[in-house]
């Protein structure tokens, strides 16, 4: 195996270049904090060069007033927003993982809970840098909201897994810190609290996000996040208690609920993917499936079916998505696991994605629900702009009618 890494942008320019010229594939990581390389495609064809974006993790610029920010691919999630939390400010992502570069979770494209009020980062990124398949380096968008202007480069890059190009910085807008963040928190026997959410959603009660996990005795805790000064949180509160009645509890955000190991809400700006995986102890090589889906699938999916056979289950209703986990390792038994989750998804719009599973694992098992919409097209912009093949990135090379 080789690997290169570099804070230089002209030595990584100029290795990438090689490689072009070369005709020589490779990866790229950051800090290894995911399992994706283990469930990309079988193990000959994955590429054995690796670049490293690790080194190259500095800031651009930083202007408070503006409330933009520029961070080079390499630098962490972790470092990132302790540096706007210093200045009362955050960025309005849900990152997996605390360690990830910045360049995986845009390569990426992860979101969760705090996607239902402030979006996802489609809606915080301005500009980006890449290098093209060409060896060239790319700017797209621009250093404030109001100068991005241009062919829509940046969300091209975003979700692209790596295959269209090497993400070396990316300029963000960010936000202040939430006021008084709190959630709201309760244990459900069952399903009995999703008909409320959608009660809740109908009625467009103002929340910040909402978490559903099940517990090791396979109940329910749900949470529902908001913020503000003292009489916008007991209107929200009141609103909210119109629905569920006593059910539920309120908590100061960063408190945690009595008898579990994870509240809801906890980590949503830095990482909060990994404390749900320490708390349930899941390895690199259980199952775990990604699932997006529009909200009324969701408030009508069959859970209970899931919950009973013991799978570990996140869901961030109004969000759109569902992270389902099994302590299983077995790779045909995770097929097995993956065709029900399948059969469960009745919407067009769909989508799955593996986080982490056994070696054997690829993007081929997931279907038509691996793929965006328009795939083939997909596929096409990823010949024109990586015409020597060198980005590896098998999500580019399944084999299907899509």
């Known amino acids: 195996m080789s690997k290169f890494e570099s804070g230089s942008l002209e030595e990584i320019q100029s290795w990438v270049s090689s490689c072009i010229e070369d005709q020589k594939a490779f990866r790229i990581c950051g800090n290894g904090t995911r399992f994706v ?31 933009v920010v520029g961070v080079e691919a390499g630098m962490s999630i972790r470092t990132l927003q302790k540096m706007l939390a210093e200045r009362n400010m955050m960025l309005p992502a849900n990152p997996w993982f605390p360690d990830s570069c910045i360049g995986s979770v845009v390569a990426c ?15 915080c990124i301005i500009g980006i840098e890449y290098i093209n398949g060409k060896g060239e380096i790319v700017n797209a968008g621009g250093k404030v909201v109001k100068n991005v ?21 990316i300029n963000f807008k960010v936000m202040p810190l939430p006021v008084e963040p709190h959630g709201m928190h309760g244990i459900f026997k069952d399903e009995a ?18 978490q559903a996990l099940l517990t ?15 009489l916008n949180r007991n209107r ?16 100061p955000e960063g408190g945690s609920f009595p008898g579990q190991k994870f509240t809801p809400g906890e980590q949503r700006f830095g990482g909060f993917l990994k404390a749900i995986r320490d708390a349930w102890e899941m390895e690199d090589s259980h199952f775990h ?25 996140t869901v961030h209703p109004t969000g759109g998505d569902i992270h389902f986990m099994l302590k299983s390792i077995g790779m045909k038994k995770q097929l ?20 982490s599973a056994a070696n054997e694992g690829s993007f081929q098992e997931l279907g038509r629900f691996g793929v965006a919409n328009g795939y083939f097209l997909t596929q096409r912009l990823k010949r024109h702009l990586d015409p020597s093949g060198v980005f590896f990135a098998p999500y580019y090379d399944l084999e299907f009618d899509a």
């Open 37 to 67: 390389t283990k469930v990309s495609g079988n193990s000959e064809s994955i590429s054995s060069n690796i670049l490293s974006m690790q080194k190259l993790n500095g800031t651009r610029f930083f202007d408070p007033d503006d409330m």
């Open 109 to 123: 494209n992860d979101f969760g809970p705090n996607r239902m009020n402030m979006g996802g980062l489609r809606d």
């Open 149 to 169: 202007s241009g062919y829509d480069l940046t969300r091209m890059m975003l979700g692209s897994q790596g295959g269209l190009g090497v993400i070396t910085a």
């Open 193 to 210: 609290w999703l008909p409320q959410v959608g009660e809740i959603h109908k009625r467009r009660i103002p929340l910040d996000w909402i």
């Open 216 to 230: 090791p005795d396979l109940s329910w805790i749900l949470g529902l996040g908001y913020s503000g000064n003292a």
């Open 236 to 251: 929200i509160e009141s609103e909210i208690r119109e629905v569920f009645g006593k059910t539920l509890d309120v908590h």
């Open 289 to 313: 499936v990604f699932a997006t889906l529009p909200t009324e699938e969701i408030l009508c999916f069959p859970f209970e079916k899931f919950r009973k056979e013991n799978f570990k289950i």
């Open 336 to 355: 097995q696991y993956l065709e029900k989750i399948k059969s469960a998804l009745v919407h067009s719009e769909s989508k799955l994605r593996w986080v």
